[in-house]
């Protein structure tokens, strides 16, 4: 897994990582409640007591029983936007832009650590959950950012049960640009959700459906 030296501040990033040796590390539910958890509140230096029963009150439609003060003091002292992401069973991708110096550093750092402790604990067990520590490549520019968050959205198509069924999948943030933000201010949708109220007769549902996936492999390196 490649980790990219000489992050910079306000610059965006894809972040992502896998199972040790490819296997799930979301098995059911409450390990993607519990990830998803984790990479909403984890955007701060602030500290929750009692996540396991924040974490089972929780759902994907209604969110986090988390007061707004607390919500607040996230957003006021973040050292990261998320911007977009998506939980596969045995992977994860993460669209971050980093907003304080060595932020993503310390938000992947809170999210893979406290995930493994949590991972070890209900599957009794010990040792490394993911493949290393992280990937990341910076998003060299406006079309790539583009491109790579339908790039991040379309990955469920890989699983038979949500093919061409990728707008419902409940661990990715697609239809928080589609349809409502479930998750406010933590979830930065503005920076691309912004080029389509600016662009008459378009929307970003559009764009994911007809993105080129092979421009995408093409001239950033990637594949789906």
């Known amino acids: 897994m490649t ?29 993607s409640m519990r990830f998803l958890f984790l990479i909403l509140y984890s955007q701060s230096p602030e500290v929750f007591k009692k996540v396991t029963r924040i974490v089972e009150q929780g759902t ?9 003060e ?16 998506c939980l596969m069973p045995n992977h994860f991708h993460l669209l971050l832009r980093e907003t304080t110096e060595g ?20 599957y009794p067990s010990s040792g490394h959950v ?42 990715s943030s697609l239809q928080d640009y589609t349809e409502a933000n479930r998750w406010g201010g933590l979830l930065a949708t503005d920076i691309i959700a912004s080029r389509f ?6 929307n970003y549902a559009d764009f994911v459906k007809t993105s080129s996936a092979k421009m995408l492999e093409e001239e950033f390196g990637y594949s789906e």
Do not use: C
């Not at 290393?132 to 998003?139: C, F, K, L, M, T």
């Not at 109220?197 to 378009?202: I, M």
């Open 103 to 122: 932020g993503i550093a310390k938000y992947m750092q809170r999210v893979q650590v406290a995930y493994t402790m949590f991972f070890n604990m209900k």
């Open 197 to 202: 109220d600016a662009t008459p007769n378009s």
């Open 60 to 68: 994907v439609t209604e969110g986090f029983p988390v007061d707004a």
């Open 130 to 171: 993911f493949q290393g520590r992280y990937g990341i490549r910076q998003v060299k520019d406006d079309l790539q950012l583009m491109h790579l968050s339908t790039y991040i959205h379309r990955n469920p198509r890989e699983l038979s049960a949500w093919r061409a069924n990728e707008f419902r999948y409940p661990w």
């Open 3 to 31: 980790v990219m030296r000489g992050i910079s501040r306000g610059e965006y990033y894809h972040v992502f990582n896998r199972g040790a040796h490819k296997v799930a590390i979301f098995r059911n539910k409450s390990d």
């Open 70 to 85: 607390k919500e607040e003091k996230i957003l006021k002292d973040r050292f990261v936007e998320l911007v977009s992401f």
